[in-house]
């Protein structure tokens, strides 16, 4: 079985930063794309960022040049730095991964998620 384990999250000021890591863990023959959701209260979740197993990034518009994703190959995780925050950055974030469990078998996994909240 494949688990997705998030950390990092908390409180913080607006303007301050938070670094946001994701481990995988389990039944891994290879982890595709790697990404960074959130939900926010009464809203849909979307994409924050993402990264690929080449390393090319994706950034939604509103957090280009404020957030950061990298991933650790060797040690399977995936990080998000993020700096400037902002009110409505708060949300719970969700580590997401397409992991292969052998060539043939692939699946999409989630996280449980991590609370971020930035103050005003």
């Known amino acids: 079985q494949v688990q997705l384990v998030e950390s990092g999250g908390g409180l913080v000021q607006a303007g301050g930063s938070l670094r946001l890591s994701c481990a995988a863990s389990?039944?891994?023959?290879?982890?595709?794309?790697m990404g960074w959701y959130r939900q926010a209260p009464g809203k849909q979740r979307e994409l924050v960022a993402s990264?690929?197993?080449?390393?090319?990034?994706n950034y939604a518009d509103s957090v280009k040049g404020r957030f950061t994703i990298d991933r650790d190959y060797g040690k399977k995780t995936v990080s998000l730095q993020m700096n400037s925050l902002k009110p409505e950055d708060t949300a719970v974030y969700y580590c997401?991964?397409?992991?292969?469990?052998?060539?043939?078998?692939?699946?999409?996994?989630w996280g449980q998620g991590t609370q971020v909240t930035v103050s005003s």
């Open positions: 997401n991964a397409d992991i292969l469990s052998s060539l043939v078998l692939s699946n999409n996994y």
């Open positions: 389990g039944r891994i023959f290879k982890i595709n794309v």
């Open positions: 990264i690929t197993s080449g390393g090319s990034t």
